[in-house]
């Protein structure tokens, strides 16, 4: 069998001589290939962004979004599949109404996302199922400290806590660019930090692609602490 898994990526379960698994893989390079989406914790918050292709001229703006709300405090922006993403997203909020339905509190942070971490490892353990091609930012805000955190969540199920980050496909210069904005700006605010994610996302497009929309979503005093309620939409060659 020609190609680069040589047969031994017919199965999520087959590991390649080398100890590889080769669906994991793939399901890395479809995030690696889709849209750049970052989110930085700053001083009062957190902002996300995301630069998303426009598949045709006729799409009403807004349309395919990639930054979701999960619970009143928690926000979560996608890189990969959209698809596969949305279900990652509806799992989350099912998490979270789960656990304040029994406890009478908002979930914590690490623990939303080490269980969204094991329902995406769980995808690939079995030769039934493939792995999600999405990587997943989670940023949440305490409800009494106002801390920020910030989560990211790869396809093969490992959780990295981060203070900012970026996946997509320019997600290298992405990082670059925002350890540049950190270093210049260690009390970050929300407010200031809009600035900086617009020029960043602007400034990693590659101009071979497609005009891009640019969302913004934060967390922040400016939102009441709430996930969802404010964002912007640019559409950009």
């Known amino acids: 069998m020609a190609g680069t898994g040589a047969g031994y990526d ?7 001589p080398d100890g590889r698994v080769f669906q994991v893989e793939y399901a890395g390079k479809a995030v690696e290939n889709s849209g750049t989406t970052l989110a930085i914790c700053c001083k009062d918050g957190v902002v996300f962004a995301a630069e998303k292709f426009l598949l045709s001229k006729m799409l009403v703006p807004g349309t395919a979004k990639r930054i979701f709300p999960v619970h009143r405090r928690a926000g979560m922006s996608i890189a990969g599949m959209v698809a596969d993403a949305r279900q990652i997203v509806s799992r989350a909020r099912s998490e979270a109404t789960q656990y304040q339905n029994a406890y009478c509190e908002e979930v914590p942070p690490e623990l939303l996302a080490e ?3 094991l329902f995406m490892h769980a995808y690939t353990l079995y030769w039934s199922v493939r792995p999600f ?3 997943v930012l989670l940023g949440c805000v305490d409800e009494e400290s106002k801390k920020p955190d910030l989560f990211c969540i790869e396809p093969n199920g490992m959780v990295y806590k981060y203070t900012a980050t ?7 210069a992405a990082k670059t660019e925002i350890e540049k904005v950190l270093a ?3 009390e970050l605010t929300c407010e200031q930090a809009l600035v900086h994610v617009a020029k960043i996302i602007h400034k990693v497009h590659d101009e071979k692609d497609k005009d891009f929309e640019l969302e913004i979503s934060w967390i922040s005093p400016a939102s ?3 996930a969802g309620t404010g964002s912007e939409h640019e559409v950009t060659s």
């Open 184 to 186: 210049n700006n260690p």
């Open 115 to 117: 269980r969204l971490g």
């Open 166 to 172: 970026a996946e997509g496909k320019g997600k290298q």
């Open 10 to 16: 017919l199965s999520v379960t087959t590991f390649s």
């Open 224 to 226: 009441n602490y709430q």
């Open 133 to 135: 091609g999405c990587a």
